[in-house]
C-alpha cells in the first residue's frame, strides 16, 4: 500500500514539474530569433530577436502559396490545369523534383510538390504561370508583402535560394504564415507526410517531421540554407486554438523542432480564447439639432481574444458613449467603445454605433411632418 502511494505521490510531482516546464517562458530556445503567434487576432505571445533581418530559404514558399491560392480563388488557376516547366524552372538546384524543359505536371501535383517536398522548380512554375515570369511573380511577392505590413522583408526569388538583400524576420514570416492558413485548402497540403508523383514514380516526403510526433501539428514549412541556417514555421492546433510558432538560423533541424516545439508548448499550456460577456443594456444618445431627441445605439460583441488561462477573472470592460451628439446621425455611425481589458492591458474594442438614421432639423423636414400629421387627423 505504501508503495502504491509513494508511486502517486511521486508521478504527481513528476507531472507537476513537467507542467511548470511548460509553462515558463521559452527562453532557453538555441534559435536566434523566434517567434510564438496566435493565428486568429495575430496576437504576439512570445518574441526573441523577432524583428532581427535575416535569410530565411525556402519558408520563402509561404509567400509563394498566397499567390497561388489567391490565384486560385480568383480563377486565374485550376488544380487541374497542366503547366509545362521551361528552361529556367528547370534549372533550379536545391531542393527539386527534378522537372526536365517541357515536362507538364498539373498545378495539384506542383503545389504538393512546393509544400511536401519544397521543391524549387515546381514554385518556379506555378509563378511563371502566375504571372508570365519569376520576375514578374517577385514583385508580386513584394507587393503583398507590404499590403500584410512586412516591413523587414526584401523577397529577390519565389523559392528561397540564397541571393543578395533576400530578407525577412521572424515576425514578418509569422504575418504572411497567419494569411496563408486563412487558406484552409493549404492544410489538404501541409498535412502530407508521403506522397507520389509522376503515377506514383516519384515519392515525396514532407521535410516538416513534427508531423509525426507533435500533437495537433497542421504545417506549414521549413527551410534550410548555408545563409539561413535551418528554419521553419510551424503551425498547429489544440482546443480551438490556432498558434504559429517561427525560429530562423537554428543550428540544425533538430534544434529547429526542438525550439518550435517548446514555443507551441508554451503557448498551449499558457494561453487560451476567451468569449466576451456582455448583457448590459446601452443607454440612448440625446441628439441636438434633429428630426428625434434621441439615437439608439448597439455593439456587436463577438468573436473570441486571447487570455492566459486562469485569468479570465481579470476580465472587465469599460462602455465609452458620447452623451449627445448633432443630426444629422446615419444608421452605423460610431458614436463610442465597449473596451476589454485584461488587467490594464486593452484586448479588444468594439464600436458601438448608431441603430437608426437621425436626420436634421430644417424647415422641409419639419414641413413634411406637419403635413403627415395634418393628412392623418
Not at 511548460?22 to 530556445?29: G, N, T, V
Not at 534550410?224 to 541556417?229: D, V
Request: charged residues 20%; glycine residues 8%.
Amino acid at each position: 500500500m505504501k508503495k502504491i502511494v509513494s508511486f502517486i505521490l511521486i508521478s504527481t510531482l513528476l507531472l507537476c514539474f513537467r507542467v511548470s516546464v511548460y509553462a515558463k517562458s521559452p527562453d532557453e530556445i538555441t534559435a536566434p530569433s523566434g517567434v510564438l503567434m496566435e493565428a486568429e487576432t495575430g496576437k504576439i505571445l512570445y518574441e526573441k530577436n523577432s524583428h532581427e533581418i535575416r535569410a530565411c530559404a525556402s519558408i520563402t514558399k509561404v509567400m509563394t502559396m498566397i499567390l497561388v491560392m489567391e490565384a486560385l480563388d480568383d480563377g486565374k488557376l485550376h488544380m487541374d490545369d497542366m503547366l509545362s516547366a521551361s528552361a529556367h524552372a528547370a534549372s533550379m538546384g536545391g531542393s527539386d523534383i527534378w522537372l526536365k524543359e517541357g515536362e507538364v505536371m498539373s498545378a495539384h501535383d506542383l503545389i504538393k510538390a512546393t509544400m511536401v517536398a519544397s521543391a524549387n522548380d515546381a514554385a518556379v512554375v506555378l509563378a511563371e504561370e502566375i504571372c508570365g515570369s519569376e520576375d514578374a511573380f517577385v514583385e508580386k511577392m513584394n507587393e503583398k508583402a507590404q499590403t500584410l505590413g512586412m516591413k523587414d522583408t526584401v523577397f529577390k526569388n519565389c523559392n528561397g535560394l540564397d541571393e543578395d538583400g533576400h530578407l525577412t524576420s521572424a515576425y514578418d514570416v509569422a504575418l504572411m504564415s497567419r494569411e496563408l492558413i486563412k487558406h484552409k485548402e493549404i492544410f489538404s497540403f501541409t498535412s502530407i507526410w508521403l506522397d507520389y508523383l509522376r503515377g506514383g514514380k516519384t515519392q515525396i516526403v514532407n521535410t516538416n517531421k513534427l508531423l509525426k510526433s507533435y500533437k495537433g501539428i497542421t504545417g506549414l514549412k521549413t527551410g534550410t540554407t548555408s545563409q539561413a541556417g535551418s528554419c521553419i514555421t510551424a503551425t498547429a492546433e489544440r482546443d480551438g486554438l490556432s498558434l504559429i510558432g517561427v525560429v530562423l538560423g537554428s543550428a540544425s533541424g533538430k534544434d529547429r523542432f526542438t525550439d518550435v516545439s517548446a514555443l507551441l508548448d508554451y503557448g498551449f499550456a499558457n494561453y487560451g480564447k476567451y468569449t466576451p460577456v456582455f448583457d448590459e443594456e446601452l443607454p440612448t444618445v440625446q441628439v441636438r439639432n434633429g428630426m428625434q431627441t434621441e439615437l439608439k445605439v448597439t455593439a456587436n460583441i463577438s468573436g473570441n481574444f486571447v487570455i492566459q488561462k486562469g485569468n479570465s477573472k481579470n476580465i472587465t470592460h469599460k462602455v465609452n458613449i458620447q452623451s449627445e451628439v448633432n443630426a444629422p446621425v446615419n444608421k452605423g455611425d460610431k458614436i463610442g467603445t465597449v473596451v476589454f481589458y485584461e488587467g490594464k492591458e486593452v484586448m479588444k474594442e468594439y464600436p458601438v454605433v448608431a441603430e437608426h438614421l437621425v436626420e436634421e432639423m430644417n424647415f422641409s423636414a419639419v414641413f413634411a411632418v406637419l403635413f403627415q400629421y395634418l393628412v392623418q387627423v
